[in-house]
């Protein structure tokens, strides 16, 4: 079940989800560009690329990355989220089609999830200082987190889509779109088709916990990606599963955290109480069509916590690894479909 030593020396480890690479630099290597972006990392491996074309995709996935970034960082002032949130009014501002794409289905997975995951969240993001605001010397006060939750709901946000283009609305001035929880799988996305739309077929992307693998590595075998154990450790394997061109994302609550009056604080906030999660949950893994579904699904189970997200899963078919730390203890759960993707490491 668990990879041999060789390859936990020579994964990449990625907030989560890694990609294990192999270790022979020979004949068999993929071409690999990498760099950091949105906080984190990308990764770009390629199989049975040329060398040689190695410049000329780096200067394409880097302005990529540099676009969506500057359509969806709330940690940049100009960028176009940004701008949308500073905007008082409630006069539709116009947006990408990929932007009003990751609202739509971040919309959708927020009602499905009950509203555990809220794209709307970010005024308690900030306010537990997981966002561009300063982190806090003083757990919030409850008159704090209910003025932040009178800024919240998605029932105020709308995307409009009219043959000149996409909208987005907001009906509460005060709103503030945090999309940090879909970006890695936004970015993820546009990696896998900018590197087909380049006419390359095998290849597996990722940024930060977000992966899209499709076709074969450069020894003519599945891509494999693994799962993490939820410790502070850089190389410890979970689990490992074939994509087969599908898009993965983790959450996990052990990596993003700081102490505030000596309590762990994640940076997973349930809506329903307006502070971070405090259950046993600490890493959800979602397969799904997309790299920015599973993005989105992975921090609504986050929040629902162990029992209500394998429920969740099992009525929306989701293919869902859940692990659960009490004491020293990990367990892990999944549903029927994440099964289809499990693999022993070769
Ligand atoms: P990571 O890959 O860093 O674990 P996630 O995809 O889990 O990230 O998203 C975490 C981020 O999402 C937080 O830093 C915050 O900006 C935002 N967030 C926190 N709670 C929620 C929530 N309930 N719904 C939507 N977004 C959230
Ligand atoms: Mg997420």
């Keep these: 079940m668990f990879p041999k030593p060789v390859y936990l020396r020579c994964a990449l480890l990625l907030c989560g989800v890694s990609i294990l690479s192999a270790c022979d630099r020979k004949a068999s290597e993929p071409l690999v560009i990498e760099g950091k972006t949105m906080g984190t990392f990308y990764r770009v491996s390629l199989a049975g690329v040329d060398k040689n074309r190695e410049n000329a995709l780096r200067a394409q996935i880097e302005a990529q990355l540099a676009d969506d970034d500057h359509q969806l960082s709330t940690y940049k002032d100009d960028s176009v989220l940004s701008r949308f949130n ?28 009950g509203g555990a995951m809220d794209i709307t969240v970010g005024p308690l993001v900030n306010l537990w200082g997981f966002g561009p605001d300063k982190q806090p010397v003083k757990t919030p006060t409850p008159e704090q987190i209910a003025a932040a939750r009178q800024r ?10 009219q043959s000149d283009g996409q909208y987005l609305q907001k009906d509460l001035p005060g709103m503030y779109v945090d999309l940090s929880t ?3 799988g936004y970015a993820t996305d546009h990696l896998a088709r900018l590197i ?33 154990k939820p410790t502070d450790k850089e190389t410890a394997v979970q689990a490992i599963v074939d994509l087969q061109g599908m898009g993965i994302s983790t959450s996990g609550s052990y990596r993003n955290y700081y102490e505030l009056d000596g309590k ?79 693999k022993d490491p070769e």
């Design 182 to 184: 879909v970006g890695e």
């Design 86 to 113: 500073q905007y008082q009014g409630n006069v539709p501002q116009p947006v990408s089609a990929g932007m009003a794409d990751a609202v739509v289905t971040s919309i959708r997975i927020g009602r499905l999830t």
């Design 264 to 342: 762990r604080l994640s940076h997973i906030i349930d809506p329903a109480t307006g502070a971070p999660i405090t259950h046993k949950l600490v890493s959800a893994t979602v397969i799904a069509p997309t790299a920015l579904e599973a993005d989105g699904w992975d921090t609504g189970l986050m929040v629902l916590g162990t029992h209500k997200a394998l429920a969740l899963a099992e009525k929306q078919h989701l293919a869902v690894y859940l692990i659960t730390k009490e004491g020293d203890t990990f367990k892990t759960y999944m549903s029927p479909q994440f099964k289809a993707y499990l």
């Design 152 to 161: 919240i709901g998605l029932q105020h946000l709308k995307v409009i889509q």
């Design 196 to 228: 087909e739309g380049n006419g390359i077929s095998n290849y597996l992307v990722s940024v930060g916990g977000a992966v899209v693998s499709r076709g074969h590595n450069a020894q003519g075998k599945p891509w494999q990606v693994a799962i993490q």
